[in-house]
């Protein structure tokens, strides 16, 4: 299993996880960690083959984190 991490500080765009996902198949990955992910709560979410788990970050959307991984 290879372990990566990426600045996807574009994810408050819409459609713009189901993207990173597509991306992340592309590239073959099982595991990302995800940085600046600026969403308002924590949580988990589907998108495509992955689930993004995540937590929230400051008052201003910024610096929350999260993962985001295959579904088996």
């Known amino acids: ?26 590239s073959q990955l099982d595991v990302v960690g995800v940085q600046e992910v600026r969403w308002d709560k924590g949580g988990t979410v589907r998108a495509g083959d992955y689930n993004f788990f995540y937590g929230k970050g400051n008052e201003n959307h910024q610096l929350g984190t999260g993962f985001l991984y295959i579904i088996e």
Do not use: C, I, P, Y
């Open 1 to 26: 299993m290879e372990l990566r991490t990426w600045n996807v500080s574009n994810l408050h765009r819409a459609d713009s996880l189901k993207a990173t996902a597509r991306e992340l198949a592309r």
